[in-house]
């Protein structure tokens, strides 16, 4: 059964920095593309970044902010959150696709999914 845990949110001041954490129970991680995405309260969930076979690619609101990366060896992904605003505050999930060249931005591309973290960024 596959598991994902997301960890290392919490409350920052704006301008501060994160590291989320995903370890994920996977046999085979390397084969799957793993995603962030987080959703806001009444907002619906949104895409943040996806590394994959296909490489990197990160939403507009966050590029040049953020930086996704895996070790494979680990069984982990990790999202560097840097220069945070107050709009970045939300609940972040990982998910995983069965698909190692996914780059897709849509939430339902995506097999598996965590429980999420809460990041709060204060003014």
């Known amino acids: 059964q596959v598991q994902l845990v997301e960890s290392g949110g919490g409350l920052v001041q704006a301008g501060g920095s994160l590291r989320l954490s995903c370890a994920a129970s996977i046999r085979t991680f390397s084969d799957h593309a793993m995603g962030w995405f987080r959703q806001a309260p009444g907002s619906e969930r949104e895409f943040v970044a996806t590394i994959s076979w296909s490489g990197v690619y990160y939403s507009d609101s966050v590029k040049g902010r953020f930086t996704i990366s895996r070790d494979n060896a680990k069984n982990t992904v990790y999202l560097q959150m840097n220069i945070l605003k107050p709009e970045d505050t939300a609940i972040y999930f990982c998910?995983?696709?069965?698909?190692?060249?996914?780059?897709?931005?849509?939430?339902?591309?995506?097999?598996?999914w965590g429980q999420g973290t809460q990041v709060t960024v204060s003014s």
């Open positions: 998910a995983a696709s069965n698909y190692g060249w996914e780059n897709s931005r849509a939430a339902d591309r995506y097999d598996y």
